[in-house]
């Protein structure tokens, strides 16, 4: 068995509560008779950490003893705040300079890592947006003198040969992970679909000493000579092909020592004609040794990946039982709307998976992949491909223009049709793909109830069009991408709702249990001129929710892009038991913890025009 999974009641020690990203809390103060009493306990706001205000703040603060940290501001800074009370016990930002300039992510991160050693000494990791690992007092936010230099680390130093100190564009957003004395880095990368070169930074993921800054093992996500999976780049591809970052938090099995990567795709996103093969380990999920950074397993989700199908978020680890049998589960979540889901100890699928043929591209330079893997169980969790019955049906009028609009692009017979040339032989626009290059799935991922072995996923209904052409006055690859956005009918989506929902698999048998769009009608499609006199299902948003379980309740925001509502339901039917106003939108992940005897729900919340805060609930006094 996994021992930290929902092991730790009152605190939420990791970004996703445990090193089994699970996002639960085994707390119960707050349940079904209660929950609706919720009240904003306290309101902490960002506004003030950097020149501009934080409006998409993404942050998950993380709970040690009722003391919360987090990170804030254009400029990352990490704080403490009392969790009780909100007050603000110490902040601490690194000044980057000009080399911030350069910051692919120069946002307010998703937060922070904690890790205690042996003495008794507790510390905050902080990955700023320059590309910094920095080692601070949990107590008092200063920097640790005996971490690195002056306890700041340069992650730049010793990356790749000949990168440049303050301009290459690699950074990060998401938290290091520790596991035991080990902090693992990952990195982020500029969006890839317009690419200005065929070469870049490469995401090779390292492992340092939490107490000395020491570099102990380096991962490379592009298999270099004599390394497994090198045979996968065909010619030098692999000395020039950047990102295959992990810039998604991490997991990690401590009882086992295993530390796993979702890996993202290489350079560009879109088109791989600069880089024929497989690729290893781009749009993997590698399973590494985490004290000496050795490959145990590893599963490419998408072989020579060119639909920007990175993995986006933490895999979750999850105790299943399977015909009686108990699994140790691993369980990537992807855009193209799969659960992959392994026996996190051997790699092994928890149920079959098919290697099948796909279509092939037509792109001058370009060779996709003979065949991709696709499971069996569980059935995708969102719409997967573009036809006919995907299309908008409100009315036969606007199913019929849709139909129209649909002409113009090649449209997905399979979830992996090609990517297609802005203006092509047959005349068409592009390829119409869904999920598009957001998802299904992304960062906010999903949640795991340990208890019951249900998982809950949060996803989005938005197709994108995969269009490409020839624009050397901007990259010296042969084509980028012109085009993502996808066509509307009237105003309304293309395709037909709900466009954003949650759903609820037994992992126990991959049978989904229920699904639900994440939330009501918009008013601008529930009063569209063509649909005033229908009466309109509860659509859903086109967000992804961010998601929280606990012992009692699933906790749901509607996400960027939705309305400032935050929803308990019940986790076995999705029945919504409460509907509670927050200030502003979620856009970080909720998390909860106890302190001073308390159960404390906090969320991040921002939106246009609206400065990003932290706002508590809890129960009234």
């Known amino acids: ?26 707390l119960s103060q707050i349940n079904a008779e209660n929950v609706a009493d919720l009240k904003v306990a306290w309101r902490w706001k ?23 940290y987090a990170t804030a501001g254009y400029r990352r800074a990490a704080v403490a705040i009392d969790g009780a009370t909100g007050e603000t016990l110490w902040m601490y930002r690194f000044d980057e300079g000009d080399r911030a300039d350069y910051a692919p992510r120069r946002n307010s991160g998703r937060g922070v890592a904690y890790w205690q050693g042996a003495d008794g000494g507790a510390r905050i990791f902080l990955l700023t947006p320059g590309y910094h690992l920095i080692s601070l007092d949990a107590e008092t936010g200063r920097p640790v003198g005996e971490f690195a230099d002056g306890g700041v680390l340069d992650l730049k130093e010793d990356l790749a040969p000949d990168i440049d100190m303050a301009t290459a564009r690699i950074g990060a957003s998401s938290p290091p992970l520790i596991v035991d ?28 000493d939490a107490r000395t ?20 780049w065909e010619g030098d591809s692999w000395r020039y092909t950047g990102n295959a970052a992990v810039w998604a938090p991490m997991s990690a099995d401590a009882s086992l020592g295993y530390v796993y990567l979702p890996v993202e795709a290489a350079t560009s996103d879109i088109y791989g004609g600069h880089r024929l093969g497989n690729n290893l380990f781009s749009s993997s999920l590698v399973c590494l040794d985490a004290t000496t950074g ?98 908008i049906d409100f009315t036969p009028e606007l199913h019929a223009e849709a139909l129209e609009v649909v002409k113009r692009y090649r449209t997905s017979t399979s979830l992996f049709s090609p990517p297609s040339l802005v203006d092509a032989d047959d005349g068409s626009k592009g390829t119409l793909i869904l999920p598009g290059s957001l998802g299904g799935a992304n960062w906010e991922g999903g949640a795991a109830d340990p208890e019951t072995g249900m998982l809950y996923v949060a996803s989005i209904t938005r197709p994108s069009v995969y269009a490409l052409a020839a624009d050397p006055e901007h990259s010296d690859m042969n084509y980028i991408g012109v085009g993502s956005v996808a066509p509307r009918v009237r105003g309304l989506p293309l395709i037909k709702p709900p466009y954003g929902r949650i759903t609820a698999i037994d ?98 919340v921002g939106g246009p025009g609206v400065p990003g805060e932290l706002v508590a609930l809890a129960l009234p006094d």
Not at 213 to 232: M, S, V
Not at 508 to 525: F, L, S, V
């Open 1 to 26: 068995m996994f021992p930290a999974l929902g092991a730790v009641a009152e605190d939420w020690v990791h970004y996703g509560a445990d090193l089994g990203a699970t996002r639960y809390a085994g």
């Open 46 to 68: 960002s506004e003030n950490y950097g020149p501009r205000p934080e409006r998409k703040y993404s942050t998950t603060p993380i709970a040690i003893d009722g003391i919360l």
């Open 181 to 208: 004395d080990v902090v693992i880095v990952g990195a982020a990368l500029d969006v890839g679909m317009r690419s200005p070169s065929m070469r870049n930074v490469p995401g090779h993921v390292r492992g340092f």
């Open 213 to 232: 800054g020491k570099l102990l093992w380096t991962f490379h996500t592009i298999a270099q000579p004599g390394e497994f999976g090198h045979d996968t």
């Open 294 to 391: 050795q490959r145990i397993w590893h599963r490419q989700i998408v072989r020579h990946d060119i639909w920007d199908w990175d993995n986006p978020t933490a895999p979750i680890l999850l105790d299943v039982v399977i015909d009686g049998q108990s699994i140790p589960a691993v369980i990537q979540l992807t855009k193209q709307a799969f659960a992959y889901a392994f026996n996190r100890t051997t790699g092994e699928p928890l149920w079959p998976m098919e290697e099948r043929a796909v279509p092939q591209s037509d792109v001058p330079g370009e060779r996709t992949a003979a065949r991709q893997l696709f499971p069996t169980r569980p059935a995708p969790f969102d719409r997967q491909g573009v036809n006919e019955a995907a299309l």
């Open 507 to 604: 992992m126990n048998t991959g049978e989904h249990r229920w699904m639900m769009a994440n939330g009501d009608t918009p008013k601008r499609i529930r009063e569209h001129r063509d649909l005033a006199e229908l009466d309109i299902p509860r659509t859903g948003k086109s967000s992804r929710a961010g998601l929280l379980v606990t012992k009692t309740l699933l906790f749901a925001g509607e996400g960027w892009g939705g309305d400032p509502v935050f929803r308990a339901h019940d986790k076995n039917t999705g029945t919504i038991i409460a509907e509670l106003e927050l200030p502003a939108t979620q856009t970080g992940l909720p998390m909860t913890f106890m302190a001073n005897d308390r159960q404390f729900i906090v969320v991040a």
